[in-house]
């Protein structure tokens, strides 16, 4: 990789609540996405083959699925002690 990318934001993986813990995924796997294809012409020029292929669309959900589920461990699954 010719540049950086800090691929988890503010360096954490906790989050007050599981829909900010899922907004969180997503960009992690944006992330991942542009750290490995650095180059954003090539990206764009990507993006519509993708985006009309339902497999790969699958395919990206299960990406974010399995940050999700990183996060959630991280956070205890949000269990709360009452």
Do not use: C, H
């Not at 989050?15 to 650095?38: F, H, N, W």
Request: charge should be positive.
């Amino acid at each position: 990789m010719s540049q950086e990318y800090k691929l988890i934001p503010n360096n954490s993986l906790i989050t007050d609540t599981p829909e900010q813990g899922r907004e969180l995924a997503i960009k992690m796997a944006r992330l991942v996405v542009k750290a490995t294809q650095s180059d954003a012409k090539i990206r764009e020029k990507l993006r519509p083959v993708y985006a009309e292929d339902p497999s790969m669309l699958l395919d990206v959900g299960k990406v974010v699925a399995i940050e999700f589920q990183t996060i959630a461990a991280a956070n205890n699954y949000w269990n709360k002690p009452s």
